[in-house]
Every structure is written in structure tokens, then in C-alpha cells.
């Protein structure tokens, strides 16, 4: 079971918008920053957001983070095809002596 | 363009050390910037983060709770790389090993992130 709680699935149609959410403590997203990955089939993840709302270049501005208390969220616009992914959610955990946590990954579907 | 090279043995028998390495390119183990992790990822146990080595004026290891009685990172300053042992494999810990850098926010202060990752080696425990 992963710290970090999402939606096992999302979807949406071509040019919708989806967000996909992300629940954690005080010890992890209460205290930290959050970081959003997106993972093609048979690839590594891919940094898509990190510090809660900031994108690495070249990742395009339809996506966006945002952070509010213990929860965050990732909201995907004009979705596209190429869009269908496992996106994954992380922020350290301060509890014991630290860690990198994760979400179980949400498997987004664009019908 | 900064890159992880990983390599390693994808087949490791049960009870047998785990070994895996990550070669750094355009970047330094050294680097007081940046910390250099391991993070494996499982059907069962989703992603999972191992743990990390970083310079800062001396040595530092954090490892995960989990495995802390069976793992060691170590860096090797002269190839530039980073290692994984893992000791006493069961067939749990068959997984996608993968090696990330750990870099500091510049846009928000005091913020980590893992930016860049490897490509993964599939690892399976089996005799």
C-alpha cells in the first residue's frame, strides 16, 4: 500500500480537461513539496512537475500542479492522445529518518 | 546532456547480493547540489525508494527503513558512478531497479526533486 493515495484510473476525451489527486499526511505533502511524474510503457518516469507547481522545460503548460494542506492535484488540459500514461505523485516523508514517497499511480485513459 | 547509465546483472538467485551500478555522465557523484538515489518499482509494491548517497563536505547515506539492514550505497568519486548492494534477495525483491538524481528547486527555496532517472533494469530473484 503507497503513502501517497490515488486514483487507480482516470479518463477524459481528446481536448478535455482531467485533474488527478493525490492525498497525503502532515509528514509528507503537509511538510513538503510535490513532485508529478508521467510513465510511459516500458520507461522510466519522467519529472513533469515539481515544487508543487513549477514545469521542467520542455514539458507543455497544459499541465499544472497545485497543493492545498495535505493534498494535491494534477490537472491535465486539451488532452491529447499521447497523453495516456501512469502518472505518479512523490513528496519526501519526514517521519523516521526520511524518505521519498509515492503515490500507487493513477492510469490515465483518453477515450 | 546529463544521463544515468545503469548496469547489472538482471538475474540474481535467492539469497545471493543484489548489485547494481549507475553511471553518471554530465554531472558529478560529488556534486553538493545533488543526491544520487535508488528506487525500485514492482506490481506489488509500486514504486518504492531505497535510498540515496550525497556529498556535503563528507560522505551521507539515507536508506530506507525496509531494507536498511540489507542495502548499501556507495559512490565511486574515481568512475564517477554509484552502486546498489542489496543482500539476502528473496523473490520479493524482484522488481525494475531504477537510479534517479536528486536535485535542489532553484524556483522555491529549499525544495528536492528526483529529475532525472535511469532507464531501469528488470531484476528477477529466482534459482
Known amino acids: 500500500q503507497s503513502v501517497l493515495t490515488q486514483p487507480p484510473s482516470a479518463s477524459g476525451t481528446p481536448g478535455q480537461r482531467v485533474t488527478i489527486s493525490c492525498s497525503g499526511s502532515?509528514?509528507?505533502?503537509?511538510?513538503?513539496?510535490v513532485n508529478w511524474y508521467q510513465q510511459l510503457p516500458g520507461t522510466a518516469p519522467k519529472l513533469l512537475i515539481y515544487?508543487?507547481?513549477q514545469r521542467p522545460s520542455g514539458v507543455p503548460d497544459r499541465f499544472s500542479g497545485s497543493k492545498s494542506g495535505t493534498s494535491a492535484s494534477l490537472a491535465i488540459s486539451g488532452l491529447q492522445s499521447e497523453d495516456e500514461a501512469d502518472y505518479y505523485c512523490?513528496?519526501?516523508?519526514?517521519?523516521?529518518?526520511?524518505?521519498?514517497?509515492f503515490g500507487g499511480g493513477t492510469k490515465l485513459t483518453v477515450l | 546532456q546529463v544521463q544515468l547509465q545503469q548496469s547489472g546483472p538482471g538475474l540474481v538467485k535467492p539469497s545471493q547480493t543484489l548489485s547494481l551500478t549507475c553511471a553518471i555522465s554530465?554531472?558529478?557523484?560529488?556534486?553538493?547540489?545533488?543526491?544520487w538515489n535508488w528506487i525500485r518499482q514492482s506490481p506489488s509494491r509500486g514504486l518504492e525508494w531505497l535510498g540515496r548517497t550525497y556529498y556535503r563536505s563528507k560522505w551521507y547515506n539515507d536508506y530506507a527503513v525496509s531494507v536498511k539492514s540489507r542495502i548499501t550505497i556507495n559512490p565511486d568519486t574515481s568512475k564517477n558512478q554509484f552502486s546498489l548492494q542489496l543482500n539476502s534477495v528473496t523473490p520479493e525483491d524482484t522488481a525494475v531497479y531504477y537510479c534517479a538524481r536528486e536535485k535542489r528547486g532553484i524556483a522555491v527555496a529549499g525544495t528536492w526533486f528526483l529529475d532525472l532517472w535511469g532507464r531501469g533494469t528488470l531484476v528477477t530473484v529466482s534459482s
Open positions: 502532515s509528514s509528507n505533502i503537509g511538510s513538503n513539496t
Open positions: 512523490a513528496a519526501w516523508d519526514d517521519s523516521l529518518n526520511g524518505s521519498w514517497v
Open positions: 554530465g554531472d558529478s557523484v560529488s556534486s553538493n547540489s545533488a543526491a
Open positions: 515544487s508543487n507547481n
